[in-house]
């Protein structure tokens, strides 16, 4: 792997590294969505616990999206970089010897604080470390490694956890993630902090205040809805797949391969949005797969068939995951180098209120025996909201530098 990397040009290096630590963080959070489903049977836990399972680790990333932001603009993207990733593993091997509901909901928790803040800064590092045109495309192109993950996360559930456990298939997961750490230990930091870093001597607080000053307040308020809803979608649909088939009737290992049939679109649905996001834009390719991911949400909520539910996950995958290549392409882009990574970490972290809300109403509103056309209604609303909030306040950014 060393061999290889120092072959690499620089850019498609830093892509490389930054792209294997967010295939294990994909691959952690995909690997919860199976266990959740096998834990439901072996710990015997409700729906409510299941759901707060999935919701704790959000709140974790709420927590690290706006910490890692904040001092990314203060001590530099590689250094908290690297720190986020180190407590992820750590948390993440950690887990796989939790012996209870509240132990294992803590440990989820300071994963979640790793992988929030990892996420916005290293699409924060890799947009300022790439030429305008390349660089929704890179970006989106970092983000498919997360598409890697899961596809990883669903043959381990499907292969491991029926044989060996789910302890097992969460320190597969953990060990990897470890190794990118000391890859990491090698990269630059952004080009444009050292020189900035000399001239500008900012507080936090500033940083935080001009992140909703009068020139950046119409990109915030829009970015802020933007993350709500696509978070609120993914982690609420995507944490209760396997689950929610389990509840139409499949088993446990057919629920595992029919999801990890979906998984196998989100490839293809990043790098369609890798090739359009530099030809059409990026809010052409937000909006309309934010549309795409709300209509097949709702469809995979209302289907019966096997072949509807397939049909619905898989376009629900490839339409929702290339979203999220687009939306981290497009954050970065909207603020100046002196308060990038901070406002990038702010609408994460006000983003990860919906991954917190978003497992809670499947689980809130199944208890309450709502049928799933009504709960996968309110994912369609809000999904909705995400897109109209993009085509009405965003900015077209495609091929324009960053801003100093």
Not at 298 to 308: D, I, Q, Y
Not at 364 to 369: G, N, V
């Amino acid at each position: 792997m060393n061999t290889l990397a120092a072959k690499l040009s620089a850019p498609r290096k830093l892509l490389m590294i930054a792209g294997l630590g967010w295939l294990f963080d994909a691959m952690d959070v995909g690997l919860v969505s199976f266990i959740l489903t096998a834990l439901k049977q072996e710990w015997d836990l409700t729906t409510q616990q299941i759901s707060w399972l999935g919701s704790i680790n959000s709140i974790g990333m709420a927590v690290g999206a706006l910490l890692a932001g904040i001092l990314a603009d203060r001590v530099g993207r590689k250094p908290i970089f690297i720190l986020t990733m180190l407590l992820f593993s750590i948390a993440s091997g950690l887990s796989a010897f939790a012996a209870t509901f509240a132990l294992l909901a803590v440990l989820r928790f300071f994963i979640g604080v790793g992988l929030g803040g990892e996420l916005p800064v290293a699409s924060t590092l890799v947009s300022e470390s790439v030429p305008a045109k390349d660089r929704g495309r890179v970006v989106v192109l970092l983000e498919s490694f997360w598409a890697g993950g899961w596809i990883l996360a669903a043959a381990v559930a499907y292969f491991v956890i029926p044989v060996f456990g789910w302890q097992a298939a969460m320190i597969i997961g953990a060990i990897p993630a470890l190794y990118t750490v000391y890859l990491r230990l090698h990269l630059p930091d952004s080009p444009r902090l050292p020189t900035f870093h000399i001239r500008n001597r900012r507080t936090i607080r500033q940083n935080i205040a001009d992140v909703w000053a009068r020139p950046q307040r119409r990109s915030t308020l829009m970015l802020w809805v933007l993350w709500f809803s696509v978070v609120f979608s993914y982690y609420g649909m995507f944490l209760w797949l396997p689950t929610v088939m389990v509840m139409k009737g499949f088993t446990l290992i057919k629920s595992f391969q029919y999801v990890l049939i979906m998984t196998l679109a989100q490839l293809p649905g990043y790098f369609s949005a890798a090739w359009l996001i530099e030809r059409t834009g990026r809010k052409f390719v937000l909006v309309f797969y934010l549309t795409l991911t709300a209509i097949s949400g709702f469809f995979f909520g209302t289907a019966e068939s096997l072949t509807g539910l397939l049909t619905a996950g898989i376009l629900l995958s490839f339409f929702n995951l290339g979203a999220w290549g687009a939306l981290y392409a497009y954050t970065p882009e909207q603020y100046p180098t002196a308060i990038r990574a901070t406002g990038a970490g702010m609408a994460a972290s006000f983003g990860r209120i919906g991954g917190i809300l978003g497992p809670l109403v499947i689980g809130y509103l199944s208890a309450a025996r709502l049928s799933f056309p009504v709960i996968f209604g309110v994912f369609f609303v809000v999904t909705m909201i995400g897109a109209l909030a993009v085509l009405a306040l965003g900015q077209e950014t495609r091929a324009q530098e960053l801003a100093d």
